[in-house]
């Protein structure tokens, strides 16, 4: 088979080896395609392998050669899936390549707001400490999780990691999910309770119509004021406006974002130019070890589909 990546680079930068794809085709692997080259690009291809890059119904529709459809992400929102359904393409994706990488991220972004390490390591490289009349200081109030409540919406492989780490921690940890299952070490909730009594609210939930913008005006009204909100999920998720007119008022005292809705954000983006805001590039899944597991689950949904018994099939 003639396989085509069309953006590899978002998943291997040069720190992998693409060898468990090499070995099930002739394989032709783009660091990034622009929207005018794909179908150049796809052409010749029995199989596309994509990470970000849309596959819409117009360009589907010039790749009569295309059988398969390898999303190189859990996400598939940028396939239209109609239109691979009439080509007769299946699409795969990859679920829990990288649970524990994302909770760690999770309280990375935490603990940046809560105990703002970088903060202090900076001050002391220029030369605060050498000059401080006192063994120690401190630029921002220092907080203990412990005792703290940790709120999570959404509850699969992702928000019962963080809730792991939350316990060790010594938080309380409660839970919003649609449809609760008692679960040791956590309490189920209301969605009500998880805005009144969250100090950490943290957002693992799939993004639906229902949970789009679930983070807003009205919802951030009802948390506490020390209340941190945390966004590794998805960045429609929040309405993000409203998040930052509610760190710059002191409605709530922070946010933790690895996503935001538009990415790369654009320049005038409301959160960028907030105050007790973390933001990083959406980087929560890619440390070097859940990269290796997509890339080797990518080349056995590959395989799967070779051998006429396709998994995680999306269409």
């Not at 406006?241 to 990415?263: F, N, Q, W």
Request: with cysteine; aromatic share 6%.
């Amino acid at each position: 088979m003639k396989i085509t990546i069309l953006d590899g680079y978002t998943l291997n930068p040069g720190d992998l080896d693409w060898a468990p794809i090499l070995t099930l085709g002739d394989v032709k692997v783009y660091d990034r395609s622009a929207p005018e080259e794909i179908v150049e690009r796809a052409a010749n291809a029995d199989v596309l392998l994509v990470n970000k890059v849309v596959l819409s119904e117009v360009t589907l529709d010039q790749l009569p050669k295309v059988k398969y459809i390898g999303v190189m992400a859990t996400g598939f929102n940028n396939i239209d899936i109609a239109a691979a359904r009439k080509h007769n393409i299946t699409v795969t994706n990859v679920k829990a390549y990288g649970p524990a990488s994302v909770a760690q991220q999770t309280f990375a972004l935490l603990l940046a707001i809560m105990n703002r390490a970088e903060t202090h390591s900076q001050s002391v490289f220029n030369g605060e400490w050498v000059a401080s009349p006192d063994f120690c200081y401190w630029k921002t109030p220092l907080t203990e999780l412990a005792g703290k409540t940790m709120g999570l919406i959404g509850f699969g492989d992702i928000g019962s990691q963080v809730a792991k780490i939350a316990a060790a921690f010594g938080m309380h940890v409660i839970v919003y999910r649609k449809h609760p299952t008692e679960t040791e070490g956590v309490e189920m909730v209301t969605l009500e309770e998880i805005f009144e009594k969250s100090d950490v609210i943290s957002l693992h939930c799939p993004l639906t119509d229902e949970t789009k913008e679930i983070i807003n005006k009205e919802s951030l009204a009802k948390m506490k004021p020390n209340a941190i909100v945390l966004n590794t999920g998805r960045g429609p998720l929040i309405q993000e406006t409203d998040l930052a007119e509610a760190l710059r008022k002191g409605v709530i005292a922070g946010a933790g974002l690895d996503v935001l809705s538009t990415e790369p954000p654009k320049p005038d983006n409301p959160l960028l130019s907030v105050p007790n805001c973390v933001i990083t590039p959406h980087v929560a899944w890619a440390t070097f070890e859940a990269r290796k597991r997509l890339l080797q689950m990518v080349a056995d949904n590959l395989d799967s589909f070779q051998k006429g018994k396709p998994t995680n099939v999306v269409s």
